[in-house]
């Protein structure tokens, strides 16, 4: 079964904390995306990539950055976390130019 | 820009009943357009899709019509059951993007027994 991994299912975190969400897929595929979804906003991309080492800014990047040094591995990272930044988060990874995206389960943050 | 527009919910249907969920959407060009669908505490997983005008894509008893000339793509399933209470979103690619989507903000489905 094909699978996309993040690390944490549920975290909380204060104010102003590092906060770093991690995505693993294991299907070789060359793009990763990170949105985050929010009642009655739906899915909002902050986050994609298309090759090792390569980014592009979504719809909602501020206040986030991401690394991708591994083509399996893409990670988000809040530089310092702000309680609008409460939100679920969800990592997925596509073959490119398909549009069929396959998506981890989400790593739900709360900040404090 | 190019944008996805379902309607509200949520939707509370009978076992048995049967489903649309209106999906209307804003593009240039010619995109591809998809449901996905979020079950209780998982992940989005792809539903269906159709990557041109008049396909029709269909999974699980669940069926959508690409229509050009009016911009939708409707969801539909004729009998609905327990199961299939989720969330379900529409979504497209612009045929010049990197395999992005954009998404609509959800419908949420519940079928009760």
């Known amino acids: 079964d094909v699978k996309v991994t993040q690390s944490s299912r549920y975290l909380v975190k204060r104010t102003g904390e590092k906060v770093f969400l991690e995505c693993v897929q294991d299907?070789?595929?060359?793009?990763m995306f990170w949105y985050r979804q929010d009642p009655g906003l739906g899915l909002r991309l902050i986050y994609f990539?298309?090759?090792?080492?390569?980014?592009e800014k979504g719809d909602i990047p501020e206040g986030y950055s991401v690394s991708r040094e591994k083509k399996e591995r893409f990670s988000l990272i809040l530089e310092s976390a702000s309680t609008n930044q409460t939100s679920m988060y969800l990592c997925?990874?596509?073959?490119?130019?398909?549009?069929?995206?396959?998506f981890g389960e989400g790593s739900r943050l709360t900040v404090l | 820009g190019n944008s996805v527009t379902q309607m509200e919910g949520p939707v509370t249907l009978s076992e048995e009943a049967f489903l649309t969920i209106n999906c209307t959407y804003t593009?240039?060009?010619?995109?591809?357009l998809f449901w996905y669908v979020q079950y209780p505490g998982e992940g989005l997983q792809l539903l269906l899709k159709?990557?041109?005008?008049?396909d029709k894509g269909s999974n699980k008893g669940f069926e959508a019509t690409y229509r050009k000339e009016t911009t939708s793509f409707h969801l539909e399933k004729g009998s609905v059951q327990v199961s299939d209470s989720a969330v379900y979103f529409c979504?497209?690619?612009?045929?010049?993007?990197?395999?992005?989507?954009?998404f609509g903000k959800g419908t949420k489905l519940s079928v009760k027994p």
């Open positions: 299907m070789d595929h060359e793009n």
């Open positions: 979504a497209l690619r612009d045929g010049g993007s990197q395999g992005n989507l954009i």
């Open positions: 159709a990557t041109k005008a008049d």
């Open positions: 593009a240039t060009g010619y995109p591809s």
């Open positions: 990539s298309y090759d090792v080492k390569m980014k």
């Open positions: 997925a990874s596509s073959v490119v130019n398909t549009g069929e995206l396959f």
